[in-house]
């Protein structure tokens, strides 16, 4: 056998891909040759990825719609043509980057629709939209980028967890309907990640807060889109054919899957 992972005549739709960890899958999936869908709640953070992914050889797109939006979602999609690979990524992490930090007992019930709308509902409008076109073409890859806060719990952050566990079901669900279709759907479960919204923490990274954090760590660092983009790559190529319902850690030995 032969491995490679030339994503060569696929198009793939990165939800969220102006910044952080979208950004770098963009940038991943361009270099692996697939035509990349840029998007973003901003227009103009979107445009600025699609020109570093021209500027480097690559193809890429703006794709510019809001995930809460099922009537935007839909109409970008089917403007944009058919959408091999989707990618849902985009997320609210709540204002911080580190979601609202309360026990659930004494959590604001209207705090907890933004977890929701962007991490569920943004997650169901995109696959809804997506998936009918690569179960009629026989052939598609939904990943959705989930956090162990779903997976595992996440003490003092439980709307923000739910939202991530609902997303992961839905993947599984999603395996199993259309499977029969050539189609694979997983979960990749991150840890604490290093992206422009948290990059004040890592600034100082022996300080206290930081040392902290990564004290629950087997990897003492911070995940990178790097280390997401590999996994990716592979569960979006035809290697990654026979691998669906999954929820995959990336997570530096955060917690561990049997």
């Given at each position: ?64 719609f ?9 109409t ?47 997650v ?12 009629e ?32 079901g ?5 395996a ?53 983009a ?25 917690s561990?899957?049997?």
């Amino acid at each position: 056998m032969t491995f490679n992972l030339d994503l060569s005549g696929r198009t793939a739709l990165i939800t969220g891909s102006g910044q952080g960890v979208g950004h770098g899958l963009a940038r991943s999936f361009a270099a692996a040759g697939a035509e990349v869908l840029v998007n973003d709640l901003r227009p103009e953070r979107a445009d600025e990825v699609v020109a570093e992914i021209r500027a480097a050889g690559g193809k890429a797109r703006t794709a510019a719609f809001d995930v809460t939006d099922y009537a935007g979602v839909a109409t970008a999609i089917a403007d944009a043509g058919p959408v091999d690979i989707l990618i849902n990524n985009a997320g609210n992490a709540g204002p911080q980057g580190f979601g609202t930090r309360a026990r659930f007992a004494e959590s604001d019930p209207g705090q907890w629709e933004p977890f929701l709308r962007v991490n569920l509902y943004g997650v169901l409008n995109c696959t809804r939209a997506a998936l009918p076109g690569m179960e009629e073409r026989r052939w598609g890859r939904v990943i959705t980028i989930v956090s162990d806060a779903g997976r595992a719990g996440d003490a003092y952050g439980a709307a923000y967890g739910v939202s991530k566990a609902g997303a992961a079901g839905l993947t599984r669900s999603i395996a199993l309907e259309s499977g029969r279709y050539g189609v694979t759907a997983n979960n990749i479960s991150l840890g604490t990640m290093r992206t422009p919204v948290t990059e004040p923490l890592w600034a100082e990274p022996d300080s206290p807060q930081a040392k902290a954090i990564l004290a629950a760590y087997a990897i003492r660092r911070p995940g990178t889109a790097d280390d997401v983009a590999a996994l990716a790559l592979v569960l979006s190529g035809d290697q990654g054919s026979w691998i669906t319902g999954q929820t995959i850690p990336v997570n530096g030995g955060y917690s561990f899957a049997l």
